[in-house]
């Protein structure tokens, strides 16, 4: 045997090597055993994956993408019998009051696929117009760094895939998802009910399978495998006015006791907003002596060029468009926080889910629309104008009105 032949036959037995190894670990991830996925941390080695085949990542690569599309076919087809099989309705009235579900009848479907359809158009739209621009709007999906990745979550057993957006029923959702991949369980059982698994566990990162995280257990296949999974599976996010979002995200972690975000933001904001140099090390000292950022304070910080020098904007007020990416993305489902309770009927309907749980109701004092009147009324116009500039995107890529009575004397 020649030097090239046997290089070839190596080339052939690591690809083959490859596959199988595929095949064993998207079994474990595509069937629902449970067990497997209570922890996420507790992955097969990446490092096997990227030596197998090394050379000729051109060719391998095309034989997987096929394969890997007929496999995750299968698995999702099988996963979807098991649950229609074993999973009971799951039904709590006394949590659901306050919403008709019954009302959601065939109008309110045909309704709702009109509204998608729109919000899609829209959003379609002006991904495609030139002449509307913002930042990174042309990257390509290769080109987004994994760790902005990081908000998209993974469903594997039901082919689901959510951008989560603080401060847009993102608790909820997050939950839905825990549910939905048995991700979390209870001694032993899979939570069932969105509702009873703790806030505390919802927020965690080991609760969740998202992007960013590929890179750790499939190696360089990451990409590939995520380009598969989008393009398979059911991707959706939830948006809200992004003025609204602001006030909302101020509300909760400025106005609210947060010891973290107190620290890590208001401290600094104080000192460069409110030009103070003696600021307590505690938010419970501060909100004793009544010291907090205005929300006047928060936009200065949000517009001070100075803020990202050093990290980017926390997620709680990163635009949608730097979260989830929807000019690379294409969404299937875009749902509006204004429109919640409509919308989580027809997605759960959509995943095929609804009859095993309902969306949690949201019992929060939520920030209403009509209230940005009176939150920005203080605010100097040319600030308001710079802010709408800042969020342009979100306003213009989900269809919400420019803001024209707080942009104008
Ligand atoms: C996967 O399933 C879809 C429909 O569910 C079908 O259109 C497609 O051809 C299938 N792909 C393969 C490779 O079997
Ligand atoms: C494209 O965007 C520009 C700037 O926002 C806008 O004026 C124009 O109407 C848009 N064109 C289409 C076809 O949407
Ligand atoms: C900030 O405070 C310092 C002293 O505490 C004072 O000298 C300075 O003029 C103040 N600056 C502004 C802009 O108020
Ligand atoms: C809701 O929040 C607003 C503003 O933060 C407050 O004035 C109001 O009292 C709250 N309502 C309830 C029921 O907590």
Same mark, same amino acid.
């Given at each position: 045997?020649?030097?090239?032949?046997?290089?070839?036959?190596?080339?052939?037995?690591?690809?083959?090597?490859?596959?199988?190894?595929?095949?064993?670990?998207?079994?474990?991830?595509?069937?629902?055993?449970?067990?497997?996925?209570?922890?996420?941390?507790?992955?097969?080695?990446? =490092?096997?994956?990227?030596?197998?085949?090394?050379?000729?990542?051109?060719?391998?690569?095309?034989?997987?993408?096929?394969?890997?599309?007929?496999?995750?076919?299968?698995?999702?087809?099988?996963?979807?019998?098991?649950?229609? =099989?074993?999973?009971?309705?799951?039904?709590?009235?006394?949590?659901?009051?306050?919403?008709?579900?019954?009302?959601?009848?065939?109008?309110?479907?045909?309704?709702?696929?009109?509204?998608?359809?729109?919000?899609?158009?829209?959003?379609?739209?002006? /991904?495609?117009?030139?002449?509307?621009?913002?930042?990174?709007?042309?990257?390509?999906?290769?080109?987004?760094?994994?760790?902005?990745?990081?908000?998209?979550?993974?469903?594997?057993?039901?082919?689901?895939?959510?951008?989560?957006?603080?401060?847009?029923? /993102?608790?909820?959702?997050?939950?839905?998802?825990?549910?939905?991949?048995?991700?979390?369980?209870?001694?032993?059982?899979?939570?069932?009910?969105?509702?009873?698994?703790?806030?505390?566990?919802?927020?965690?990162?080991?609760?969740?399978?998202?992007?960013?995280?590929?890179?750790?257990?499939?190696?360089?296949?990451?990409?590939?495998?995520?380009?598969?999974?989008?393009?398979?599976?059911?991707?959706?996010?939830?948006?809200?006015?992004?003025?609204?979002?602001?006030?909302?995200?101020?509300?909760?972690?400025?106005?609210?006791?947060?010891?973290?975000? &107190?620290?890590?933001?208001?401290?600094?904001?104080?000192?460069?907003? $409110?030009?103070?140099?003696?600021?307590?090390?505690?938010?419970?000292?501060?909100?004793?002596?009544?010291?907090?950022? $205005?929300?006047?304070?928060?936009? =200065?910080?949000?517009?001070?060029?100075?803020?990202?020098?050093?990290?980017?904007?926390?997620?709680?007020?990163?635009?949608? &468009?730097?979260? /989830?990416?929807? /000019?690379?993305?294409?969404?299937?489902?875009?749902?509006?926080?204004?429109?919640?309770?409509?919308?989580?009927?027809?997605?759960?309907?959509?995943?095929?889910?609804?009859?095993?749980?309902?969306?949690?109701?949201?019992?929060?004092?939520?920030?209403?629309?009509?209230?940005?009147?009176?939150?920005?009324?203080?605010?100097?116009?040319?600030?308001?104008?710079?802010?709408?500039?800042? &969020?342009?995107?979100?306003?213009?890529?989900?269809? &919400?009105?420019?803001?024209?009575?707080?942009?104008?004397?």
């Amino acid at each position: 045997m020649t030097k090239s032949q046997l290089f070839r036959l190596s080339v052939a037995v690591g690809s083959v090597f490859m596959i199988l190894l595929i095949i064993v670990y998207w079994d474990n991830v595509g069937t629902a055993h449970p067990y497997l996925h209570t922890s996420l941390s507790r992955s097969f080695s990446p =490092q096997m994956l990227p030596n197998a085949a090394h050379s000729e990542e051109r060719t391998t690569l095309s034989d997987i993408d096929e394969f890997l599309d007929k496999f995750l076919n299968l698995s999702l087809a099988q996963n979807v019998q098991v649950i229609t =099989q074993t999973e009971q309705p799951l039904v709590h009235e006394e949590r659901v009051r306050g919403f008709d579900w019954s009302s959601h009848d065939i109008k309110g479907k045909l309704d709702q696929e009109k509204v998608q359809a729109e919000r899609k158009r829209t959003l379609h739209q002006f /991904c495609a117009n030139s002449s509307f621009s913002f930042p990174w709007k042309e990257r390509s999906f290769e080109d987004i760094p994994n760790r902005e990745l990081d908000h998209l979550i993974v469903d594997d057993r039901h082919g689901v895939i959510y951008c989560y957006v603080p401060k847009v029923a /993102c608790t909820n959702w997050k939950r839905v998802m825990i549910v939905l991949s048995e991700s979390l369980s209870n001694q032993g059982i899979p939570y069932k009910d969105p509702l009873n698994i703790p806030r505390q566990d919802v927020h965690s990162p080991s609760s969740h399978l998202t992007f960013n995280k590929f890179w750790r257990r499939y190696g360089k296949f990451s990409r590939h495998l995520m380009k598969i999974k989008l393009k398979k599976y059911t991707k959706f996010l939830f948006v809200r006015d992004p003025f609204v979002r602001l006030i909302s995200a101020f509300r909760s972690k400025f106005e609210l006791e947060n010891d973290v975000f &107190y620290r890590v933001f208001a401290v600094p904001i104080l000192k460069l907003y $409110s030009n103070l140099s003696n600021v307590p090390a505690s938010v419970s000292k501060a909100f004793s002596v009544g010291m907090k950022p $205005s929300f006047g304070e928060f936009i =200065q910080y949000l517009l001070d060029p100075l803020t990202e020098k050093e990290r980017p904007f926390n997620e709680h007020w990163r635009q949608v &468009y730097r979260l /989830c990416h929807p /000019c690379q993305i294409e969404y299937d489902f875009i749902g509006k926080l204004e429109t919640l309770d409509e919308d989580a009927v027809e997605l759960l309907r959509l995943l095929g889910v609804d009859k095993q749980f309902h969306f949690p109701p949201s019992y929060k004092n939520r920030t209403a629309s009509s209230w940005t009147e009176d939150w920005f009324a203080k605010i100097p116009l040319e600030w308001k104008q710079q802010l709408f500039k800042l &969020y342009e995107a979100d306003f213009v890529l989900f269809g &919400y009105s420019k803001p024209e009575n707080l942009l104008k004397d």
